[in-house]
């Protein structure tokens, strides 16, 4: 059974419910097949991810590594919502701005035959390239650059603060762009010509 909360449709199922249905699901290796199941929707969950990578139940931050990591292999978007999903639910939850965070990354090569491995905050490793593009956005008020990589299925990371400033250490001018080389790929972080 539902109950309202914000305009919002809470559903009944507790987070440590959704982690055993999880659980259940996911006995073989890798990631569960989310793209597999068609569950119905069963309402909103007051979950929440925030810019940070934090995720919140019931509005006090969940602290358990392995939970968060649990939640996260059964994140999918679609349009621009968010949903955890099991075989036999489907549930909404908010994300402030993408789920996840690129927290570090390693270089392997240099120049144009490099590549970048990131690491998320929930365990992911993915190298940057034609199939995990980085993309950086700007601030329209400030013009301050925010660059985020594709993880899986079309969710993102935002890659922090101090990956950044070491991908611009490393990055080099192609074709009018400052950016970076990955996996016989080029991502423009800036105009040549803005480059103070």
């Not at 699901?25 to 969950?45: E, I, M, R, T, Y």
């Not at 019931?58 to 358990?64: P, Q, V």
């Not at 549930?91 to 120049?111: A, C, H």
Request: hydrophobic content about 40%.
């Amino acid at each position: 059974m539902a109950k309202a909360m914000s305009d919002k449709e809470i559903t009944s199922p507790s987070a440590d419910s959704i982690a055993a249905l999880i659980k259940a699901a996911s006995s073989q290796k890798g990631l569960p097949p989310v793209h597999l199941w068609n569950p119905p929707f069963c309402g909103d969950l007051d979950m929440r991810i925030a810019r940070d990578g934090t995720w919140y139940y019931e509005g006090g931050a969940i602290n358990r590594a392995g939970l968060v990591r649990l939640f996260s292999s059964i994140l999918v978007r679609e349009d621009d919502k968010y949903f955890l999903v099991t075989p036999v639910e489907k549930v909404g939850i908010t994300v402030d701005d993408v789920p996840f965070v690129g927290v570090d990354f390693e270089r392997s090569g240099s120049g144009v035959g490099q590549t970048l491995c990131f690491e998320t905050n929930v365990g992911d490793h993915v190298v940057a390239g034609k199939d995990h593009p980085i993309r950086v956005e700007r601030n329209a008020q400030t013009g301050e650059p925010a660059p985020y990589i594709l993880v899986r299925r079309n969710l993102e990371a935002l890659i922090d603060r101090k990956s950044f400033y070491r991908m611009v250490d490393i990055g080099t001018d192609h074709e009018g762009w400052f950016g970076i080389w990955s996996g016989d790929a080029f991502f423009g972080i800036i105009p040549s010509d803005e480059l103070p």
